[in-house]
């Protein structure tokens, strides 16, 4: 294996978020990597899940994540994979992409695409600030068996994982759970997040944990501020779908054309929205820097009265309605007669539910019966940029002008949101049972990278070049060898027998040092492999050799030797 080729296929182990941005090949291998797993199949058995086959697909996905909620946390800390710093990684990537470019469009080397996160300063919004500008912080994105095994930490009651390893977890669980072709799943990811945008019904967008349907994206609640922010705010970097990917700054695409360009015209009708009495209203909510414009008039007891708008909504925090929707008025009922006064403010904009500006209409339209109405909205600052953005928001895509691969699928618009015939990327299906999506995937390992790419995040040792692995665990495992800085290798090997001797993994698939050191577990050959990392980082070029015969793993150097018991199948190993 060349080196660039043994960089991009060490970095499908450790999966940082740098390495994805760079290797966008690694994104959906990831997804099918969990696929592969037997973790997210054994779901299917828990009682939650009993008789989904007979909900329509809208409930199905709702069924997925709230057992997605209930059972993972998001976690993003310094602590969890350690640390790198920049030059390092410009090094390793100089040979894929410029470094002026990577620092232009990735958080961690200069991006400041998200105002908001570099408004509270990022570096101390995630503790970086008491360290060295030029370190930056091993994001790497968890398999489902890393995010389960948070489980084994404490205070740690349930699993967790970053928005990388959520969006992954989301599209495999879709697939196998809800049953969601792979055709409809695409993932996004920005310099700052990653999400999916699933083609049904409307369309679905997932966020970390929860999901966001269309009516949930203009509700104006702060939930869906948080879920609007990376598309409102980002460039996304990377689209990743079963049949490719298209990425920001690469000219060419491995994604299929037609399934991309479906993407984009369904995220488009998603983000635009008809505005009505309702969707103002959640405009207004959620940006509540303009409340102070206007007011609002009802009739209470056959008698017109107003309030301050921004008084109306603090009313919504104790009543189960919203002033916007079909039972808003008993919100307005619930105000105090204090609150409210026979006469209009002079200072503010009158609006009332039953004015026929409010008639539900497109964007363009609403804006010139608006304007006309209340023309002063002209001047207000940002007002008509904001309200757009809300309603319309056009989402910053790669650009179509890429070089694609050549059609070989077709598209019916029998449904809004079209169905896509199967592809030889998309060669699996959700009614294929495990054993044999692993088949049809090792079938076409040789002819497509992603799937190749999959068995090696998967972790399947016994049928990938272990150089890549090796690499990954002695150049990128910097949590075990923090861990144990301060104890000699004879007390850190006594430590090591003490853990349960078990992999997070099952079958013949292998931990990471990093990952056998967070939830303190490991197979001997992971044991081993994770004092071999703590050697080498203290004893740089002398020699250290792992062998197994049976279940017996021995690990040998310089004057010393020491023993492991491995549960895996791989007699005959020598490193």
């Known amino acids: 294996m060349e080196n660039k080729q043994l960089e991009k296929y060490s970095s499908a182990f450790t999966l940082s978020d740098m390495e994805i941005f760079v290797f966008p090949d690694l994104l959906f291998a990831l997804v099918l990597a969990n696929i592969m797993s037997p973790e997210i199949w054994k779901w299917?058995?828990?009682?939650?899940?009993?008789?989904?086959?007979?909900?329509?697909?809208?409930?199905?996905?709702?069924?997925?994540?709230?057992?997605?909620?209930?059972?993972?946390?998001f976690n993003l800390d310094l602590e969890t994979w350690g640390l790198t710093d920049k030059q390092t990684e410009l090094n390793r990537f100089s040979d894929f992409i410029?470094?002026?470019?990577?620092?232009?469009?990735?958080?961690?080397?200069?991006?400041?695409?998200?105002?908001?996160?570099?408004?509270?300063?990022?570096?101390?919004h995630f503790g970086l600030e008491k360290y060295d500008t030029d370190i930056i912080p091993y994001w790497k994105t968890e398999t489902v068996e890393a995010m389960n095994a948070f489980r084994?930490?404490?205070?740690?009651?349930?699993?967790?994982?970053?928005?990388?390893?959520?969006?992954?977890?989301?599209?495999?669980?879709?697939?196998?759970?809800?049953?969601?072709?792979?055709?409809?799943?695409?993932?996004?990811?920005?310099?700052?997040?990653?999400?999916?945008?699933?083609?049904?019904?409307?369309?679905?967008?997932?966020?970390?944990?929860?999901?966001?349907?269309?009516?949930?994206?203009?509700?104006?609640?702060?939930?869906?501020?948080?879920?609007?922010?990376?598309?409102?705010?980002?460039?996304?970097?990377?689209?990743?779908?079963?049949?490719?990917?298209?990425?920001?700054?690469?000219?060419?695409?491995?994604?299929?054309?037609?399934?991309?360009?479906?993407?984009h015209d369904t995220l488009n009708r998603y983000l635009d929205t008809p505005v009505n009495w309702e969707i103002f209203i959640n405009f207004l909510r959620d940006y509540s820097r303009f409340q102070k414009f206007f007011q609002l008039s009802f009739l209470c007891q056959g008698t017109e009265k107003f309030i301050r708008l921004e008084r109306a909504f603090g009313y919504e925090h104790s009543s189960k309605h919203r002033i916007g929707d079909k039972m808003g008025k008993k919100v307005l009922c619930e105000i105090e007669e204090d609150e409210l006064t026979l006469s209009a403010f002079p200072d503010r904009f009158i609006l009332s539910s039953g004015d026929d500006i409010f008639r539900t209409r497109p964007y363009k339209d609403f804006i010139l019966v608006l304007l006309e109405k209340f023309p002063a909205l002209k001047d207000k600052e940002n007002f008509l940029t904001d309200l757009k953005r809300f309603v319309h928001l056009v989402p910053r895509l790669p650009s179509e002008n890429k070089t694609f691969p050549a059609p070989h699928r077709s598209i019916t618009k029998d449904?809004?949101?079209?169905?896509?015939?199967?592809a030889p990327q998309c060669i699996i299906s959700p009614s294929d049972p495990r054993d044999s999506i692993i088949s049809k995937l090792k079938a076409i390992r040789s002819l497509n990278p992603t799937v190749d790419l999959a068995f090696y995040s998967g972790r399947h040792m016994d049928s990938c070049d272990w150089k890549p692995f090796l690499k990954a665990a002695f150049e990128r495992n910097p949590v075990s060898i923090e861990f144990f800085r301060e104890k000699e290798i004879s007390i850190l090997y006594q430590e090591l027998q003490t853990w349960p001797n078990e992999s997070i993994y099952e079958e013949n698939r292998?931990?990471?040092?990093?990952?056998?050191?967070?939830?303190?577990?490991?197979?001997?050959?992971?044991?081993?492999?994770?004092?071999?990392?703590?050697?080498?980082?203290?004893?740089h070029g002398e020699n250290i050799h792992l062998t197994v015969a049976g279940s017996a793993v021995r690990i040998h150097g310089h004057g010393f030797s020491y023993e492991f018991t491995t549960g895996k199948s791989y007699d005959g190993l020598k490193i």
């Open 415 to 422: 449904t809004p949101s079209g169905e896509l015939t199967t």
């Open 510 to 539: 292998l931990a990471l040092p990093d990952e056998a050191v967070n939830f303190h577990r490991g197979d001997g050959i992971e044991k081993a492999l994770t004092l071999m990392n703590i050697y080498k980082s203290r004893h």
């Open 98 to 124: 410029e470094p002026g470019l990577l620092e232009k469009s990735n958080a961690l080397f200069g991006y400041q695409g998200d105002k908001y996160y570099f408004d509270i300063d990022i570096r101390r």
């Open 152 to 263: 084994f930490k404490q205070d740690h009651p349930v699993g967790a994982g970053e928005c990388v390893s959520l969006a992954c977890l989301y599209a495999a669980a879709l697939f196998i759970v809800a049953e969601i072709p792979l055709e409809k799943i695409f993932m996004m990811g920005t310099p700052l997040h990653s999400q999916n945008f699933i083609l049904i019904e409307d369309g679905i967008l997932t966020n970390n944990r929860r999901i966001v349907t269309k009516t949930m994206w203009v509700n104006g609640t702060e939930l869906s501020a948080l879920a609007r922010r990376a598309l409102e705010n980002e460039q996304v970097t990377i689209v990743a779908h079963c049949t490719g990917w298209i990425h920001s700054l690469y000219p060419e695409a491995t994604i299929d054309k037609a399934s991309y360009h479906l993407f």
């Open 44 to 73: 299917k058995s828990d009682p939650w899940f009993a008789g989904i086959g007979k909900l329509n697909p809208l409930k199905k996905v709702h069924r997925v994540k709230q057992y997605i909620m209930d059972q993972y946390d």
